[in-house]
């Protein structure tokens, strides 16, 4: 998914520049006739270093409105006909009790009879919704002098009422067969998403479902810090926010049952590698982790049942470079100038999956001891983090580079 997610924050980084030369072109066609409208606008493209015309214009936009709705989907878990649902206007923005502003996305969901819905969504997907706006827009204005136009002929015209309906909707289209405009349909959505994955090379198909899985699956790994890309566009979620949406009283309860599968199922996953014998294990419960695993506690029907009934019961969080079993938000461990600080901390374990990082921090401390400006304390902090990252990374039974 990540590939496909790529190309479509590149493709919106475009959209502004795309969309300016659209409105351009739509302000030379409100002044000519429509016979001269092809030779103006291909010269005004040109002039501005835009080759291809008005139809390779066309083409980009729609691209770019379909890596809309894919960032969309991607990025706050709805699906097919959640995301049609949406409506110019629909985001906001709140103050949590912490002073973090949330934004939330609003529409509706026909899926569980829950109505009206609101997601958490964050800043890409907030453009992402924008640019969608405003390249339907002209179809939005043109269907509007269309209802007006109708209801001046024929005000009580049922088919004219009923389009009203489309008339402030974002993922809108014009009907290949009648012409009219209208809100394009989940399978036309799909079409276009197979359309956008075809031409960037992607030969696997998607299904639409696959977008919500894995925006459950983003939320977890981006909270364990698994991922990189895409942890920017996911570092709102946490616990906390996890908290805070099952607290909303518009939210789609489905999805947040889904994040927190996720959450259970990739804290099996890091128990599992935790408990495993072969595993190497560093930090300040190491030692009682390998006397646990060393026991062989018959309790258990197995290794499986006993690392569930370890999930269920340990409370387990990722920081940068440890998993911490502190319950309490206070720990400052894992980050900043006390990145370190979970090498020896008694709440911490540290396993293989985490020697990147701390050979990273490792390299860090070699350039900083070289430094002549960080005083006598400076120098003192430094020897303390790379004695640190000596122990981890010999425990881990990694390579430990330079000296000091």
Request: proline share 1%; with cysteine; net charge neutral.
């Amino acid at each position: 998914m990540a590939p496909l997610f790529q190309s479509a924050a590149k493709d919106i980084e475009r959209a502004e520049h795309l969309l300016e030369l659209r409105d351009g072109c739509l302000e030379i066609q409100r002044r000519i006739s429509k016979a001269s409208w092809t030779l103006y606008t291909t010269q005004y493209l040109q002039s501005l270093g835009y080759d291809g015309g008005r139809r390779r214009l066309n083409a980009e936009l729609r691209k770019t409105f379909i890596a809309s709705a894919i960032i969309i989907l991607t990025t706050s878990g709805v699906r097919n006909h959640e995301l049609l649902s949406i409506k110019k206007g629909c985001s906001f923005t709140n103050i949590d009790d912490d002073g973090n502003t949330i934004i939330w996305m609003r529409g509706r969901s026909e899926k569980t009879y829950e109505g009206d819905t609101e997601w958490i969504i964050t800043d890409i997907t907030r453009k992402a919704i924008n640019i969608a706006t405003r390249i339907t827009e002209p179809l939005r204005n043109e269907l509007e002098s269309d209802i007006h136009r109708r209801l001046h002929a024929d005000p009580e015209c049922t088919a004219t009422w009923q389009m009203t309906a489309y008339r402030e909707a974002i993922f809108i289209g014009r009907n290949f067969v009648t012409g009219k405009i209208q809100t394009i349909s989940s399978g036309w959505l799909g079409s276009l998403v197979s359309q956008y994955c075809k031409g960037i090379g992607l030969k696997w198909k998607i299904s639409p479902h696959q977008f919500r899985r894995t925006f459950a699956v983003y939320v977890v790994r981006s909270a364990n810090g698994d991922i990189r890309y895409l942890k920017q566009h996911f570092k709102h979620w946490s616990l906390d926010m996890t908290a805070l949406y099952a607290s909303h009283d518009e939210r789609d309860s489905e999805l947040l049952d889904e994040v927190m599968a996720a959450f259970s199922e990739a804290k099996y996953d890091v128990l599992e590698h935790i408990l495993d014998e072969s595993t190497p294990l560093s930090g300040g419960l190491a030692e009682s982790v390998r006397k646990f695993r060393a026991a062989k506690i018959q309790t258990y029907k197995s290794h499986s049942a006993m690392v569930k009934t370890v999930s269920d019961s340990v409370f387990i969080r990722a920081t940068s470079v440890a998993w911490c079993t502190n319950d309490l938000v206070s720990c400052v461990g894992g980050s900043g100038v006390e990145a370190t600080r979970c090498g020896d901390c008694v709440n911490s374990i540290i396993d293989d999956t985490k020697v990147p990082v701390w050979q990273a921090i490792y390299s860090q401390q070699l350039e900083l001891i070289k430094l002549t400006d960080i005083g006598a304390s400076g120098i003192e902090r430094v020897r303390r983090d790379m004695a640190r990252c000596t122990k981890v990374l010999s425990d881990l039974g990694a390579e430990v580079g330079g000296g000091f």
